[in-house]
């Protein structure tokens, strides 16, 4: 069953602001990851944090982790009509490493 | 950069029809995955390779089967398909180890009409 939910499920912004999405889990997790998916099309990965960092930068991104609440932020800064997509957090659990669960997904929309 | 490729981007078929959907990688992954994606239900996963000729069932192996004879290639079989198939299907690779091993990278997908 899918334990990873992602808030809120649709986003609607203009460009230059900011999108912040988050994500709750259920079990404990070894990462959390987060993808992007452009419509019609396979997922992208964009970040990694681990179960031991709090806060992590990539660009644009930067992504948190609390363990301790089971959940993690997404934040685009400046955002630009490109950044319209599908976001899912994927968390990998501590036992069986192959078994990643992802979220529902936020779908974001940037207007120009 | 890792490539992940879908052989079919839409398909459409009839019920009761033997499927295949292909997936090659070019970067000696080790692990290979196949998902489907629902509306409002995420990526489900179907079945994991961990190596050639090695499987395991996902979260929903009902109604399909898979392949692994060589190490860059991933097969999915639907014996006879059914409309409850119709859906959008991922594969995946991911190294077994080393930095990249966390990381998923997709192919463009296959969408399957089921008729």
């Known amino acids: 069953s899918q334990q990873g939910e992602e808030d809120p499920q649709a986003l609607s912004i203009q460009e230059g602001e900011n999108a912040t999405m988050n994500c709750s889990y259920k079990?404990?997790?070894?990462?959390l990851q987060w993808y992007r998916q452009n419509s019609g099309r396979g997922l992208v990965h964009l970040i990694l944090?681990?179960?031991?960092?709090r806060e992590k930068h990539s660009g644009r991104l930067r992504v948190t982790l609390d363990t301790s609440k089971k959940s993690s932020s997404l934040l685009i800064t400046a955002s630009r009509a490109a950044d319209t997509a599908s976001y899912f957090c994927?968390?990998?659990?501590?036992?069986?490493?192959?078994?990643?669960?992802f979220g529902t997904g936020t779908r974001l929309k940037v207007l120009a | 950069d890792v490539k992940v490729t879908q052989s079919s981007r839409y398909l459409v078929k009839r019920t009761g029809e033997k499927v295949f959907l292909e997936c090659v990688q070019d970067?000696?992954?080790?692990?290979m995955f196949w998902y489907r994606q629902d509306p409002g239900l995420g990526l489900r996963l179907i079945y994991f390779?961990?190596?050639?000729?090695?499987?395991e069932k996902g979260d929903i192996p009902e109604g399909y089967s898979v392949s692994r004879e060589k190490k860059e290639r991933f097969s999915l079989i639907l014996e006879s398909a059914s409309t409850n198939q119709t859906s959008m299907y991922l594969c995946?690779?991911?190294?077994?180890?080393?930095?990249?091993?966390?990381?998923?990278?997709f192919g463009a997908g296959s969408r399957l009409t089921v008729l």
């Open positions: 079990t404990s997790i070894n990462n």
């Open positions: 970067m000696d992954h080790e692990n």
């Open positions: 390779s961990y190596d050639v000729k090695m499987k």
């Open positions: 944090i681990r179960s031991n960092e």
């Open positions: 995946a690779s991911k190294a077994g180890a080393g930095s990249g091993a966390n990381v998923l990278t």
């Open positions: 994927a968390t990998a659990p501590t036992s069986g490493t192959y078994k990643y669960i």
